[in-house]
């Protein structure tokens, strides 16, 4: 028989343990995770946990969302449900979809999960690439085909420095404000990615590439279960041509082989896309996302194309504000959207 109950903190271990062993599981599932969406966002926890004869089955970490973005809303941790067994998967969900019946929810989105679940409205527009890495970096870059050696090559000879570590997260944050300013996205201040960083300890760090003392790419990583990923990760518009992106991703993969990881993911994408495309030509494999619904006062279940509909003009507006206002603006209006990794 599986019981559910609500999260404690004197489960963290127990949590964090079965979330490390279980297939498919994500570094946000993590209480980590669950301690700087709290502090960074101001969202309550909704995590559940089921056991079996004292074992833990399954479980789901939940948080809450008000206000803009769609009304009330429950959204899950990167990784969704994680749980041994359909029947526990169904026991975990009774408990939140009760939640967004009683308490008005438009739905209850369950994001970035490996395993689909079924009775639940199913998204499967996106997909994270996947590159087996194997034990000696000179097999991956035989494999590697020549045009995008020659890429890495003409990065490497841009006169770039590596550097690694977390005292480099002011530049990394720096470079990620104004790359995603150019793409129209907000994104939370530089203490925010102090946090993650405090919060995974030696499982994270950053990678920072300078160009004559100045920084032009970077790159956030974490390692779970065996797998090093790219949270976040950014180079200068006007450094591109220089090839700062294949020098990035060719160091973080050599880091990974040499941390003894057993594949590098390179993060979520939409099928056939530009990033998809990009990552494909690192001999990444697609892993199809399934995001899931139950759905509460709204009729249907979001897709990339209404998020598209209704975010163009901040979009273009965010595009043309001045770096330093997207730093300050971005604190306030990201905090809208504490769903979005």
Same mark, same amino acid.
């Given at each position: 028989m599986t019981s559910v109950r609500s999260f404690a903190e004197a489960d963290g271990a127990r949590w964090d343990d079965y979330v490390r062993h279980a297939p498919g599981s994500h570094f946000g599932q993590l209480t980590a995770w669950k301690r700087v969406q709290e502090h960074a966002y101001g969202?309550?926890?909704?995590?559940?946990?089921?056991?079996?004869?004292?074992?833990?089955?399954?479980? !789901?970490?939940?948080?809450?969302?008000?206000?803009?973005?769609?009304?009330?809303?429950?959204?899950?941790? #990167?990784?969704?449900? !994680?749980?041994?067994?359909?029947?526990?998967?169904?026991?975990?969900?009774? #408990?939140? &979809?009760?939640?967004?019946?009683?308490?008005?929810?438009?739905?209850?989105?369950? &994001?970035?999960?490996?395993?689909?679940w079924e009775g639940l409205v199913t998204v499967e527009e996106h997909v994270?690439?996947?590159?087996?890495? #194997?034990?000696? #970096?000179?097999?991956?870059?035989?494999?590697?085909?020549?045009?995008?050696?020659?890429?890495?090559?003409?990065?490497? &000879?841009?006169?770039?420095?590596?550097?690694?570590?977390?005292?480099?997260?002011?530049?990394?944050?720096?470079?990620?404000?104004?790359?995603? &300013?150019? !793409?129209?996205?907000?994104?939370?201040?530089?203490?925010?990615?102090?946090?993650?960083?405090?919060?995974?300890?030696?499982?994270?760090?950053?990678?920072?590439?300078?160009a004559a003392g100045v920084p032009v790419g970077t790159m956030f990583l974490v390692e779970h279960a065996g797998t090093l990923a790219d949270p976040w990760a950014s180079s200068l518009r006007r450094f591109l041509a220089r090839r700062p992106n294949e020098v990035l991703y060719w160091q973080a993969l050599r880091h990974g082989i040499a941390r003894g990881c057993s594949r590098f993911d390179f993060g979520r994408s939409q099928w056939g896309s530009g990033t998809f495309l990009f990552k494909e030509q690192w001999l990444a494999k697609p892993v199809p996302l399934y995001y899931q619904y139950v759905l509460g006062k709204a009729s249907r279940a979001p897709t990339i194309g209404d998020q598209k509909r209704a975010f163009g003009l901040a979009v273009t507006i965010w595009q043309r504000l001045p770096v330093p206002a997207a730093a300050v603006l971005g604190r306030r209006v990201k905090r809208l959207f504490p769903e979005a990794l």
């Open positions: 969202v309550r926890a909704r995590w559940w946990i089921a056991e079996r004869a004292g074992a833990i089955a399954g479980v !789901l970490p939940l948080f809450e969302a008000r206000g803009a973005g769609g009304g009330r809303r429950l959204f899950s941790a #990167p990784g969704g449900l !994680l749980a041994d067994d359909q029947a526990a998967a169904q026991a975990l969900l009774e #408990p939140a &979809r009760t939640a967004v019946q009683r308490e008005g929810h438009a739905w209850l989105e369950l &994001r970035d999960q490996r395993r689909r994270t690439m996947e590159v087996e890495l #194997p034990s000696d #970096p000179e097999v991956l870059w035989k494999a590697f085909d020549t045009k995008l050696r020659n890429k890495i090559r003409k990065g490497e &000879r841009s006169g770039f420095t590596a550097l690694w570590g977390r005292e480099h997260v002011a530049a990394f944050y720096r470079v990620l404000l104004e790359n995603m &300013r150019d !793409l129209g996205t907000p994104i939370l201040g530089e203490d925010y990615y102090r946090q993650v960083l405090d919060g995974f300890g030696d499982d994270a760090t950053v990678l920072m590439l300078e």
